[in-house]
Each structure stands twice: as structure tokens, then as C-alpha cells.
């Protein structure tokens, strides 16, 4: 091969890599990630999603592509971003930790798939057929922790024990709320009691709901599940601290910024599910095929720092079944 020749060579694989690149490129499959919070609240979530992720074989940047839409706790965004998911024609719309955003995914599309987490039973907000056969081209996980709200809400009366009522606070937005506030009238009315239901939806009818609950000298406050609630679960735990409201939550991490008690599932693990049910997508899965994925296994945390800062004994019973005890 003379000199010639060979410059030429190189000249022609050098101007080809550009189109190597693109076309490898083009061929990365892209997951569209519907939010109705912000990175920052759902930084622990979208870690762990990214997790299943690469457990499934999938590296963001490498060989997958992520679309990302936050609707920053206002819902009412969710359909146009769905909408434009739908326009990018991505592979899979992933809608984790709400009821919103899988409602306004599977609004937008009849044809790509979507993998859910939701609090709630997904058959009854119409997102499945069955758990075992979800049917149409959505899957994913159902924590029920919106079912969980009766559980709580004896935990709470075990360690603030009497005949008031307790303080709820809900989302009027959020699809599940009428439903998971019903069963907590059904379980309090067996003992004789009653719940006081207080609405907020942002961050200012949070702070006007506190206010509400200290003219009633509420003497506990249980918090239904709710995506908006995790993202401002650190405005949460302070007013309740403040006002010296004892609480209990949803999940963990509430109790990890503070928050007196927590029960459900381990959210971090829901999310790496989820992740991991994308993952099988990507490769070739129907989400007809794969059924919803239910938790096994639900955590009781206790804050004792914050039980000392409210000047609360906690009972040895309530301690002993605790999973974990922060101290």
C-alpha cells in the first residue's frame, strides 16, 4: 500500500467515525421519566431507579438515553408532558411515586409502555386489568400504602392514646385521597372515634393547614400518602416539630429528617424496581406479561430523638416491633 493510499484510508474512517457515533446514537433507546416532583426531592428515588437500571444491563449516557419531565409539584403539567413524551416516541414512560402521572401517561398513549409505582390499588384507578394480568401497556409496582392508613393510624393512637381526633392531612388532588380517607372513617368508627380531614395541595396550604391544626390543638396528625407530601416532607417534619404535633408518615424518609414515626414500604426499593422493570422492557418484555409487583415487606421506623424533643415516652411494646430505631 503506498503513503497515498493509506492517507486516504484514514482520511475516509476518520470522516466515518462522526456517522459511527450517530448512528450508535440513534440506536440508544430512550426512557421518558414522568415526575410530578423536582430532582431534588426525588434524588434518593431516581438513584435507586438508576440502580435496577444497571441491574438489568442499562447505564444512563452508555447505552440508554433518559427524557427527563418535572412537573414540580404542579399536576396540572403532567398531561402536556406525557403528551410530549409520546411526541419524542420514547420506548417506555416511567412514572414513578404518584398516581398523576401514570393516569396522564396512560391518557396520552394506548401503545407505549409504562412502568408505574403507586401508593394505591393501580385495578381501581384503572392503570390495570388485574395484578397478575395487567392487560394494555402498563405494569409495575403497587406499595398500597394508601391502604395502610387504618395500621398508622392505630399506631398512633398507641403511643397518643385518648378520645380526640386525630388530624389527617390529605391532597385533594391526588386520585386515591377520597378512597384511603374512607377507610380511615370505616376503621375509626369501630372504636367509636372520629378523623378531622385537612386539604392542602401546595406548599402555602401546608403552612395554612398547621395553623388550622394548632387553633384545634390537634393532638396527633397522621399524613395520607401523597407525592407532593414526600417532596415537602422536610416542611412537614418541622411544623409538626414546632407546634409539637406528634406525627406519623408514609414512609422512611420522613423519619430520617426527623419525623416522629413512619410505616410503609421501602420506597428506595420500589424505585430500583421499577428500574429493574424497565430494564426487562428495554430488552423485549410486554408489560402484559409482567405483573405488578407488590411489597412483601413493611417498615415501622421511630425517631426517638424527636419523641425526647415532644416529650413523649414511647411505649416498650411500640419499640419492640419497630424495624429500626433512630436514635
Do not use: C
Not at 270 to 276: F, H, Y
Amino acid at each position: 500500500m503506498t503513503r497515498r493510499e493509506f492517507i486516504s484510508m484514514l482520511g475516509g474512517a476518520v470522516a466515518a467515525w462522526p456517522l459511527a457515533a450517530q448512528a450508535q446514537q440513534t440506536a440508544m433507546p430512550v426512557i421518558g421519566f414522568l415526575h410530578p416532583s423536582s430532582p431534588e426531592a426525588a434524588a434518593n428515588s431516581l438513584t435507586a431507579f438508576r440502580r435496577g437500571l444497571q441491574e438489568s444491563g442499562y447505564v444512563e449516557g452508555n447505552n440508554v438515553a433518559i427524557e427527563y419531565r418535572w412537573a414540580e409539584n404542579r399536576i396540572d403539567r403532567l398531561p402536556e408532558m406525557a403528551a410530549d413524551l409520546v411526541r419524542h416516541q420514547v420506548a417506555v414512560i416511567v412514572t414513578p411515586g404518584s398516581t398523576a402521572a401514570p393516569l396522564a401517561a396512560k391518557a396520552a398513549t394506548k401503545t407505549i409502555p409504562i412502568v408505574f409505582s403507586v401508593g394505591t390499588d393501580p385495578v381501581k384507578l384503572g392503570l390495570v386489568d388485574s395484578l397478575n394480568r395487567p392487560g394494555g401497556n402498563a405494569t409495575g409496582v403497587s406499595y398500597f400504602t394508601q391502604e395502610l392508613g387504618p395500621k398508622r393510624l392505630g399506631l398512633l393512637r398507641e403511643l397518643i392514646p385518648g378520645d380526640a381526633d386525630v388530624i389527617v392531612l390529605a391532597n385533594p388532588r391526588n386520585a386515591a385521597t377520597d378512597l384511603a380517607v374512607r377507610d380511615m372513617q370505616i376503621a375509626v368508627s369501630t372504636i367509636g372515634q372520629q378523623i378531622t380531614v385537612l386539604n392542602a395541595s401546595d406548599s402555602r396550604e401546608i403552612d395554612t393547614a398547621f395553623t388550622t391544626m394548632v387553633q384545634k390543638r390537634a393532638p396527633a396528625l397522621l399524613i395520607i400518602a401523597d407525592a407532593l407530601f414526600t417532596s415537602r416532607r422536610v416542611q412537614l417534619v418541622t411544623l409538626a416539630t414546632r407546634h409539637a404535633i406528634p406525627a406519623i408518615y408514609t414512609s422512611r424518609e420522613f423519619a430520617e429528617v426527623g419525623g416522629l414515626m413512619s410505616y410503609g414500604a421501602n420506597l428506595r426499593d420500589i424505585s430500583r424496581q421499577v428500574g429493574a422493570y424497565t430494564g426487562r422492557i428495554l430488552k423485549g418484555a410486554k408489560p402484559v406479561d409482567l405483573p405488578v409487583v407488590q411489597p412483601t415487606k413493611f417498615e415501622f421506623v421511630i425517631n426517638l430523638q424527636t419523641a425526647r424533643a415532644l416529650r413523649l415516652e414511647v411505649p416498650p411494646t411500640l419499640l419492640a416491633r419497630a424495624d429500626e430505631v433512630i436514635e
